[in-house]
């Protein structure tokens, strides 16, 4: 009897395990970032800063919904 359908099977669990926590990673990094942008705002000593630092910060955040998004894709298959 052959196995190789289970090999393969181990093989893509484990390589979307891999892109899981590499996912993960990246999310708690971008959410830090989030954090440190938003500090950085609340002391931002002129608009026009604070305008970027807001624009960066959005950014940030739509790339880390974007993330979570796809981990709770790979979560549900």
């Known amino acids: 009897m052959t196995t190789a ?3 393969d099977l181990e093989e893509r669990v ?4 891999a892109r899981l926590s590499d996912l993960q990673k ?6 830090k970032r ?8 609340e002391a931002a000593p002129d608009a026009a800063q604070a305008a970027a630092w807001s624009e960066e ?3 940030i955040r739509k790339r880390v919904e974007k993330l979570v998004d796809h981990l ?6």
């Not at 484990?14 to 395990?17: I, L, V, Y």
């Not at 990246?26 to 959410?31: D, M």
């Not at 709770?72 to 298959?77: D, F, I, Q, R, S």
């Open 26 to 31: 990246k999310n708690g990094e971008l959410e």
């Open 5 to 7: 359908w289970l090999r």
């Open 57 to 59: 910060r959005d950014d």
């Open 72 to 77: 709770g894709e790979l979560l549900e298959a």
């Open 14 to 17: 484990q390589e979307a395990s």
């Open 34 to 41: 989030i954090q440190e942008l938003e500090t950085e705002l």
